[in-house]
């Protein structure tokens, strides 16, 4: 095996093991995935953000970003805010009187290209655990290859990406049988919601209770 073929293999496993994780970002590809609704323009976002910061963090920003403490706290409190608030949207779904149905829960999802652009991108930029991953993990990580082989790296750890949000988005249609029964719709929405406030949570006490 050359070693570019090598530093793309460890690029894509690398990137593979930190972004398939149940998190705010797939729990959303996830359900716009099982709505059929605007998952192109969602996983599209989500897989460029990861390889824009991805870039970022092999050009060298990940010692930047570490040594910006204040950086850090801002984005923790951002994205706790928008994860509590998503949280909140999706246990009232959960615990509402009237029976889910993919109907009704299309009504929720980005109407629009545009509404589907923002909330892919705040789901990809408000979580810090987004930056710690792909900028400082990943650019670390990809900072130990030789300078021509860190591209190589970088595009493996960005196909991984890309691959786990298509196949997120367009590979979970094939749950909505499942999802055609009401319970099933507050069960998911149930389970969001504790990700959602359970990550909140893990954010502010991360930056604060030190």
């Known amino acids: 095996m050359n070693q570019t073929l090598q530093a793309f293999i460890t690029g894509l496993f690398t990137g593979a093991g930190l972004i398939i994780a149940i998190g705010p970002q797939n729990a959303h590809v996830l359900r716009l995935g099982i709505l059929r609704r605007q998952v192109l323009p969602t996983v599209l976002v989500c897989a460029c953000v990861d390889a824009l910061l991805i870039a970022a963090g092999l050009s060298g920003m990940g010692a930047l970003v570490q040594a910006s403490p204040v950086l850090l706290q801002v984005a923790a409190v951002g994205g706790a805010l928008f994860l509590g608030w998503y949280g909140i949207k999706a246990a009232r779904r959960a615990f509402h009187p009237q029976a889910m149905t993919i109907d009704r829960a299309a009504a929720d999802a980005p109407a629009t290209i545009g509404a589907a652009i923002g909330t892919a991108a705040a789901f990809s930029l408000l979580n810090p655990h987004v930056y710690l991953d792909t900028v400082v993990l990943l650019g670390s990580i990809g900072s130990q290859q030789a300078?021509?082989?860190?591209?190589?790296?970088?595009?493996?750890?960005?196909?991984?990406?890309?691959?786990?949000?298509?196949?997120?988005?367009?590979?979970?249609?094939?749950?909505?049988?499942?999802?055609?029964?009401?319970?099933?719709?507050?069960?998911?929405?149930?389970?969001?919601a504790l990700i959602m406030w359970a990550i909140a949570a893990s954010l502010l006490i991360g930056r604060f209770a030190s």
């Open 147 to 192: 300078p021509p082989l860190r591209p190589w790296f970088g595009l493996g750890a960005a196909s991984a990406s890309f691959i786990w949000f298509f196949s997120l988005g367009y590979g979970a249609r094939y749950l909505a049988p499942v999802f055609a029964r009401p319970l099933a719709w507050r069960v998911l929405d149930g389970i969001i």
